[in-house]
């Protein structure tokens, strides 16, 4: 079974070939969705081709599908229209999955199954990096904003945190915002610490 | 309040979604809507014929192709509400448009002399002419063939289709893997802006009220949950009628300006809302009135005929086969009886009928409504032809191809 992978991510496209290879499959190629990526997948005609159902460029694949001479047999989105759970999932994960005709849906599944699985871990992974990322700005904020407390009301650190951590919760407002407007108060008066 | 989710492509003529959204439109029905940005035709297709989204903001041909099975899984489309009339440009590079009538004005007020000016340039040009459509089943498709036909140019052969996403046509011209393009705004302004095109076509200069895009639902939905249609039919009638007042122009164009919608410079943006549309870098703009209409003219009224004109263009380009079953299914995707109920009580001039003549108005005239008075705009094809709904096969005789 030749498996093509069209991803804008190549992060993501490579975890997937890592899960599909341990999974025995071993005939896979990543095309990613740029240039002339259209007449490559044409040359190369995969039995499936798992797509990024966020690529922009799902449309000129669709019409290679529609005009292509080269691919004799009719392609499939999904190829069991029935089973709308696991379609609800897989556009869910943002998979899609095109079949060419007469693929016994037995063997379609455990690939779908396992591209939702990887692009669902991905999407995790991705948004545990973004908070980690987004707790380690705010951590700089507070810092900042502690040592202009520090430095113009001559607070130690330890009450120059308790002091944000008061006005955030009398302001219902987050420690980082009530950081934040510290800071750009004191940028525009010119105490930068 | 209802939660609703409609997905839409980042392109200005989303704005009536917008507007119901950001300017309360939605909310004052009691609807909690969610916009969902996609950037391919076939995503939002797919969300909406697999049920992630309750409704779409589609490509009208579209609508009728999954219906008629043409792309991908097929299902019934119900489209009670039309989100905008006009709006798309063609723009060539510069050297391909060099061929053209070197005044760039007339290239939009004489659209036939522009089309054999295109006819005449392909056989100069160093390739076969590569020009970028935003799908197979867009209305700007449609359009191109129609306006190409007319020149005795065959689109299938005497030029190159390429079917690209608008946010990538510019890119594309500039890497000249394309000779122009034909797509919604802002992107043939975005091109023109960057020195990279010029505007050789309006949508309006070809067909003066063109079909565009439409709200589309499943048509099980749609039957399943009738108040709620109602709710949103009002709501999105209430914003377009915002996003037509010249008053609102501004606010619209920093609303679709944002990074979750269209994220474009909102002043590119506002060209197409207000009519002023620069054709190329360093001249005047042009007025152009009707390049974009949301609300004005009855322009939300789902007409039959437009779904049959439609189910004609893709009978003469060997879309689909003609036949009664595929003319009936193309007529029921636009649903004006959805549209009369939802908005019977509300002070929108309602048509008395469901079917008109496409293209045989010249000029503005007053018709039949249930209230107040309707003006309908002039809505010409360029050359003169008129579409009968009820004589298809004659009107498809009268074409070469």
């Known amino acids: ?5 069209v991803d ?3 992060l993501r496209a490579t975890i997937l070939e890592d899960g599909l290879r341990e999974a025995g499959y071993d005939d896979i190629t990543l095309v990613p969705p740029r240039g002339a990526f259209v007449a490559r997948l044409e040359a190369l005609a995969p039995d499936i081709v798992i797509i990024d159902l966020g690529t922009p460029s799902r449309d000129s694949f669709e019409e290679m599908l529609a005009v292509s001479r080269a691919l004799a047999r009719p392609i499939a989105m999904f190829v069991d229209a029935s089973d709308e759970t696991m379609i609800g999932e897989a556009i869910d994960a943002g998979v899609g999955a095109y079949v060419v005709d007469g693929f016994a849906k037995e063997r379609v599944k455990p690939v779908l199954d396992l591209a939702i699985r990887r692009f669902n871990a991905f999407a995790a992974l991705r948004s545990e990096l973004e908070e980690a990322r987004t707790a380690l700005a705010e951590r700089r904020l507070i810092d900042r904003a502690k040592a202009i407390l520090m430095k113009s009301r001559g607070l130690s650190e330890a009450d120059a945190y308790a002091l944000l951590r008061k006005t955030a919760m009398n302001q ?12 750009t108060a004191s940028e525009l008066l010119g105490e930068m610490p | 309040m209802t939660p609703l989710s409609i997905a839409f492509v980042p392109l200005t003529d989303a704005a009536v979604l917008v507007a119901a959204r950001e300017r309360g439109f939605a909310a004052a029905e009691d609807i909690d809507l969610t916009l969902v940005r996609t950037t391919s035709w076939a995503t939002v297709r797919d969300r909406l014929v697999y049920g992630q989204v309750q409704a779409a903001h589609m490509l009208a041909p579209l609508a009728v192709a999954v219906t008629l099975g ?6 019934a489309i119900a489209a009670p509400f039309k989100l905008n009339v006009n709006g798309n440009a063609l723009t060539l590079a510069a050297d391909f448009a060099a061929a053209l009538d070197p005044v760039s004005r007339n290239r939009i007020t004489d659209p036939e002399a522009t089309a054999h000016d295109f006819a005449g340039a392909i056989g100069l040009h160093r390739r076969k002419p590569i020009i970028g459509v935003v799908h197979r089943f867009s209305s700007h498709a449609l359009m191109l063939r129609y306006w190409l036909g007319y020149a005795g140019v065959d689109p299938d052969r005497d030029v190159q289709l390429r079917v690209l996403p608008p946010s990538l046509m510019v890119e594309a011209l500039r890497a000249r893997e394309i000779d122009g393009f034909l ?3 802002p992107w043939s302004s975005v091109a023109v802006d960057s020195g990279l095109g010029e505007i050789a076509a309006v949508g309006a200069s070809i067909w003066r009220r063109g079909v565009e895009k439409l ?3 499943r048509e099980d939905w749609a039957e399943a949950n009738a108040a709620l249609v109602d709710r949103l039919l009002r709501a999105l009638d209430r914003a377009a009628r915002w996003c037509d007042d010249p008053a609102n122009r501004s606010d619209l164009a920093e609303l679709l300006a944002r ?3 269209v994220a474009q410079p909102a002043a590119l943006i506002e060209r197409a809302l207000g009519g002023q549309i620069w054709l190329r870098r360093d001249e005047a703009p042009v007025e152009v009135p009707d390049f974009l209409l949301f609300h004005r003219e009855a322009a939300n009224f789902p007409w039959r005929s437009q779904g049959l004109w439609i189910y004609s263009q893709f009978v003469r380009w060997g879309f689909t086969a003609a036949s009664p079953d595929a003319e009936a299914a193309a007529a029921r995707v636009f649903r004006s009886d959805l549209y009369r109920r939802a908005l019977a009580g509300s002070g929108t001039p309602m048509p008395g009928a469901s079917m008109k003549l496409e293209g045989a108005l010249g000029a503005p005239l007053g018709v039949g409504s249930d209230r107040g008075t309707l003006t309908l705009g002039p809505d010409r094809f360029f050359d003169g032809r008129v579409f009968d709904p009820s004589r298809i096969e004659e009107y498809l005789a009268g074409f070469a191809r």
């Open chain 1, 172 to 183: 219902s407002r987050k420690i980082a915002d009530v950081a934040q407007a510290l800071i």
């Open chain 2, 70 to 75: 043409l792309s991908q899984q097929p299902a």
């Open chain 2, 259 to 261: 990074p979750d919608y």
């Open chain 2, 215 to 217: 709200l589309a639902m």
């Open chain 1, 8 to 10: 804008e991510s190549g």
């Open chain 1, 1 to 5: 079974m030749r498996i093509a992978i």
């Open chain 2, 183 to 185: 797509v919604g705004e």
